[in-house]
């Protein structure tokens, strides 16, 4: 009980300086039956073994009784209140399953740098706030919990993580000295492993304005840790032309409202009021924003981003997204002095996909698909041709050495609609020569005659 009242008076300060909090999701915990090979905790009987080249910490609530259980080389068992094992014969015919042993899961599977094992305010998604990927893991001025009623083991690296605080153990660690402390001692190293660092930076952010995650460094980890799943490449966006905000792993549909601001922009305060005027409006509910401070780039001076992320199935309707975009434009463009905004831009998606048709393609997709589909068609147009020439009764092959009968020495071009002689020009008159040249060749196209006279 002590250590849930030490979350609450956490996430308590954390609400009262507006600073973010992310919540560890997995654990390693006895009872849970993720952990296990068989996606289920041992059953009464069982044979349990656990990694024995792994360093753990396993928490167990329950009694359970085995057979045989094989240890780590390095690890503990934390017994709950009421938790309990017990040996029994295996000949006892218990209602265990015969087959391989329980196999607890590599506990190093888990990496810092993976955010979907990061959880952030329930308060914030139910208001309409998504946070993008580098971002759902913990930024520099965040507040990370791990639960305390469960056991952990998470991975750092590569590179170094930087956080306010860390509540682990039923403990908060505020300092960087017992931070250091911690991960030295051989519970730290239980529960921390990896060849990154993690290290606090107490002090808030103290920029009206906002402050940046500082995840910018590491996003190319981050994005290979959250598309590990998918062999490495993102899922086809539902959209044309998905836009790829910063921080952002896969392109998403929807629109980017880029704000460059002044000195008297606040961050919050602009995010208090998209919420309240904007989102609360019947049109734009179920939309989702994520609002941000943004490294600036050679290429824009804007500051702040505002990603408006369009709803999948049962969400708002296509399209949605742009409008509460350019309704924010409109707001800079009456508001902005007020709020501290110099200027704004809007960047959107594309249509939406329908379907496996050629209007879910790119423009470089559709070019490339007309492009098929006309030479499919001119081909079949030849083969055609090439048939009708061999079964018309009035038409045949000629070998190129057959007699051909009499023609007219002219013929009718289509261009001209005049008629050309078919036998060679008459040469041309003569034109003056050059002193400067010895020799001279020319050649008169009887298409572009009439052009060069009138030039």
Same mark, same amino acid.
């Given at each position: 009980?002590?250590?849930?009242?030490?979350?609450?008076l956490?996430?308590?300060?954390?609400? #009262?300086?507006?600073?973010?909090y992310?919540?560890? $999701?997995?654990?390693?915990?006895?009872?849970?039956?993720?952990?296990?090979?068989?996606?289920?905790?041992?059953?009464?009987?069982?044979?349990?073994?656990?990694?024995?080249?792994?360093?753990?910490?396993?928490?167990?609530?329950?009694?359970?009784?085995?057979?045989?259980?094989?240890?780590?080389?390095?690890?503990?068992?934390?017994l709950?209140?009421?938790a309990?094992?017990?040996?029994?014969?295996?000949?006892a015919?218990?209602?265990?399953?015969?087959?391989?042993?329980?196999?607890?899961?590599d506990?190093?599977?888990?990496?810092?740098?993976d955010?979907?094992?990061?959880?952030?305010?329930d308060a914030?998604?139910?208001?309409?706030?998504?946070?993008?990927d580098?971002? =759902?893991?913990?930024?520099?001025h965040?507040?990370?919990?791990?639960?305390?009623?469960a056991?952990?083991?998470v991975?750092l690296?590569?590179?170094g993580?930087?956080?306010?605080? $860390?509540?682990?153990?039923?403990?908060?660690?505020?300092?960087?000295?017992?931070?250091?402390?911690l991960?030295?001692?051989?519970?730290?190293?239980? =529960?921390?492993?990896?060849?990154?660092?993690?290290?606090?930076?107490?002090?808030?952010?103290?920029?009206p304005?906002?402050?940046?995650?500082?995840?910018?460094?590491?996003?190319?980890?981050?994005? =290979?840790? #959250?598309?590990?799943?998918?062999?490495?490449?993102?899922?086809?966006?539902?959209?044309?032309?998905?836009?790829?905000?910063?921080?952002q792993?896969?392109? #998403?549909?929807?629109?980017?409202?880029?704000?460059?601001?002044?000195?008297?922009?606040?961050l919050?305060?602009?995010?208090?009021?998209?919420?309240?005027?904007?989102?609360a409006?019947?049109?734009y509910?179920?939309?989702?924003?994520?609002?941000?401070? $943004?490294?600036?780039t050679?290429e824009?001076?804007?500051?702040?981003?505002?990603?408006?992320?369009d709803?999948?199935d049962?969400?708002?309707?296509?399209?949605?997204?742009g409008?509460?975009?350019?309704?924010?434009?409109?707001?800079?463009a009456?508001?902005?002095?007020?709020?501290g905004v110099?200027?704004?831009s809007v960047?959107?998606?594309?249509?939406? #996909?329908?379907?496996?048709?050629?209007?879910?393609?790119s423009?470089r997709?559709r070019?490339?698909a007309l492009?098929?589909?006309?030479g499919?068609?001119?081909?079949?147009?030849?083969?055609?041709?090439a048939l009708?020439?061999?079964?018309?009764?009035?038409?045949?092959?000629?070998?190129?050495?057959?007699?051909?009968?009499?023609a007219?020495?002219?013929?009718?071009?289509?261009?001209?609609?005049?008629?050309?002689?078919?036998? =060679?020009p008459?040469?041309?008159?003569?034109?003056?020569?050059?002193?400067?040249s010895t020799?001279?060749?020319?050649?008169?196209?009887?298409?572009?005659a009439?052009?060069?006279?009138?030039?």
């Amino acid at each position: 009980m002590d250590a849930f009242c030490r979350v609450l008076l956490v996430l308590h300060l954390c609400a #009262l300086t507006r600073a973010a909090y992310k919540f560890w $999701v997995p654990n390693t915990n006895f009872d849970d039956a993720n952990n296990w090979s068989q996606n289920r905790t041992p059953c009464a009987g069982a044979a349990v073994e656990f990694p024995a080249d792994k360093m753990v910490s396993v928490l167990v609530h329950g009694s359970h009784s085995l057979v045989d259980m094989l240890l780590p080389l390095d690890g503990e068992l934390v017994l709950a209140s009421g938790a309990a094992f017990s040996a029994v014969d295996s000949a006892a015919g218990l209602d265990c399953e015969a087959g391989a042993p329980a196999r607890f899961r590599d506990p190093d599977r888990f990496s810092w740098l993976d955010p979907r094992l990061w959880r952030p305010a329930d308060a914030d998604a139910a208001r309409g706030l998504f946070l993008v990927d580098a971002e =759902r893991v913990p930024c520099r001025h965040d507040d990370v919990v791990f639960p305390p009623d469960a056991s952990f083991r998470v991975g750092l690296g590569p590179g170094g993580a930087r956080v306010r605080s $860390v509540s682990a153990g039923g403990q908060t660690l505020a300092r960087p000295e017992d931070l250091a402390a911690l991960l030295a001692s051989r519970a730290g190293r239980l =529960r921390f492993h990896g060849p990154g660092t993690l290290s606090l930076s107490p002090e808030p952010c103290g920029d009206p304005s906002g402050c940046e995650c500082g995840n910018a460094a590491a996003q190319p980890h981050i994005c =290979r840790a #959250l598309l590990g799943p998918l062999g490495g490449s993102c899922a086809p966006a539902a959209c044309l032309d998905a836009l790829l905000p910063a921080g952002q792993c896969c392109g #998403l549909c929807g629109a980017v409202v880029s704000l460059a601001h002044g000195p008297t922009f606040e961050l919050e305060r602009y995010r208090e009021r998209l919420l309240r005027d904007f989102l609360a409006q019947p049109q734009y509910r179920g939309l989702q924003v994520a609002v941000s401070k $943004v490294p600036r780039t050679r290429e824009a001076d804007a500051h702040v981003q505002v990603v408006v992320r369009d709803g999948g199935d049962g969400g708002p309707a296509p399209g949605t997204a742009g409008r509460l975009a350019r309704a924010l434009l409109a707001d800079v463009a009456e508001q902005g002095p007020a709020l501290g905004v110099l200027s704004a831009s809007v960047r959107e998606s594309g249509a939406p #996909l329908r379907g496996g048709s050629a209007a879910g393609l790119s423009g470089r997709g559709r070019a490339a698909a007309l492009g098929v589909g006309l030479g499919a068609a001119l081909l079949l147009a030849l083969l055609a041709g090439a048939l009708l020439m061999r079964r018309a009764p009035g038409l045949r092959w000629r070998r190129r050495d057959e007699a051909a009968p009499a023609a007219p020495l002219g013929f009718e071009n289509p261009v001209f609609h005049v008629a050309v002689p078919a036998s =060679r020009p008459p040469d041309p008159p003569a034109l003056p020569s050059d002193p400067r040249s010895t020799s001279h060749n020319y050649f008169i196209n009887p298409l572009f005659a009439e052009a060069e006279a009138e030039a």
